[in-house]
């Protein structure tokens, strides 16, 4: 290795943890699961059902177009009136699976950028497992964000949605709303 080519391996490696320390977010992840008495077949017309949303909680009305198609959308409204746009990724019925992107979000209803989710339904016998997981962005993308839109916050505001919405839907289902 001639000393040019040495020189400039060293400069390398030693602007590596500048770099490193230069990056913007981490894209998080975060999946819960509920266990719901009823069967798949049961919890999957409530859960595939992408035009409502009803179940769950943090949104007080849901406006959709597009039904069960890929490339379909809701917009989820908030009792505040704040708004979260999603679009239908995949579908598939026969695996009781679905995915769908945030096209636009209300950062202060969920802090969260170039989010994605994925929710599914699992038989067990007479009852069914539930499982909803997402990756996502703090909504703040450059460094040193305020608190409110930081990895932390961006965290906490999926695992909120994500219980609260679990335990609604399982309330709904069991006691037959």
Request: neutral net charge; aromatic residues 10%; without cysteine.
């Amino acid at each position: 290795m001639s000393l040019r080519a040495f020189g400039l391996a060293a400069a390398f490696v030693a602007l590596m943890p500048v770099a490193a320390w230069a990056h913007g977010p981490t894209r998080q992840k975060y999946i819960d699961t509920i266990e719901i008495n009823a069967p798949a077949d049961k919890v999957w017309a409530v859960v595939g059902n992408f035009s409502d949303m009803s179940w769950n909680p943090m949104f007080a009305k849901t406006e959709a177009k597009g039904g069960n198609d890929v490339g379909a959308t809701r917009d989820l409204i908030s009792g505040s009136g704040s708004k979260i746009v999603q679009k239908l990724v995949k579908y598939d019925a026969t695996k009781m699976a679905l995915q769908y992107e945030v096209m636009e979000i209300d950062v202060k209803l969920l802090p969260v950028s170039g989010y994605e989710s994925w929710l599914t339904v699992t038989p067990d016998g007479s009852k069914s497992k539930v499982e909803w997981k997402g990756k996502f962005y703090r909504a703040f993308v450059n460094n040193d964000p305020p608190p409110e839109l930081n990895d932390d916050a961006a965290l906490a505001a999926v695992t909120i949605e994500y219980r609260k919405g679990l335990e609604a839907l399982k309330a709904k289902i069991e006691g037959g709303k």
